[in-house]
């Protein structure tokens, strides 16, 4: 199971702090965070591998940061200087491809329910 938190409403340039609790069936697996606006294909924005190691899509690198809680089991999104361009739904995603996980939707087979920003 994976459950999104911490989306909301926020003004341009603002940050807002995402966070993913996940069961401890996924704490080997690779994590990582999407987000789809409407009308739009549901695109990757960062991810952490098994190993720890973390990926950066170009659209968020710079304003993103993934970390991830081994303890507590949970994978945050830090989000900073939003932009209007940021409104979507995201979500958090698990993939058993550990090592060499990307960005593409169809590597993830665990989906969470999703968590609404809004920027204005």
């Known amino acids: 199971q994976l459950v999104e938190s911490g989306g909301g409403s926020v003004q341009a340039g603002g940050s807002l702090r995402l966070s993913c609790a996940y069961s401890?069936?996924?704490?080997?697996?690779?994590m990582g965070w999407f987000r789809q606006a409407p009308g739009k294909e549901r695109e990757g924005l960062a991810r952490?591998?098994?190993?720890?190691?973390?990926r950066y899509a170009d659209s968020s690198t710079g304003r993103f940061t993934i970390s991830r809680d081994v303890a507590k089991n949970t994978l945050d999104l830090q989000m900073k200087n939003l932009i209007p361009g940021d409104t979507a739904m995201y979500f958090c995603?698990?993939?058993?491809?550990?090592?060499?996980?990307?960005?593409?939707?169809?590597?993830?087979?665990?989906w969470g329910q999703g968590t609404q920003v809004t920027v204005s």
């Open positions: 401890g069936y996924y704490s080997r697996y690779c």
């Open positions: 952490k591998d098994a190993a720890g190691f973390s």
């Open positions: 995603a698990a993939s058993n491809n550990r090592y060499d996980c990307a960005f593409d939707t169809w590597d993830y087979q665990y």
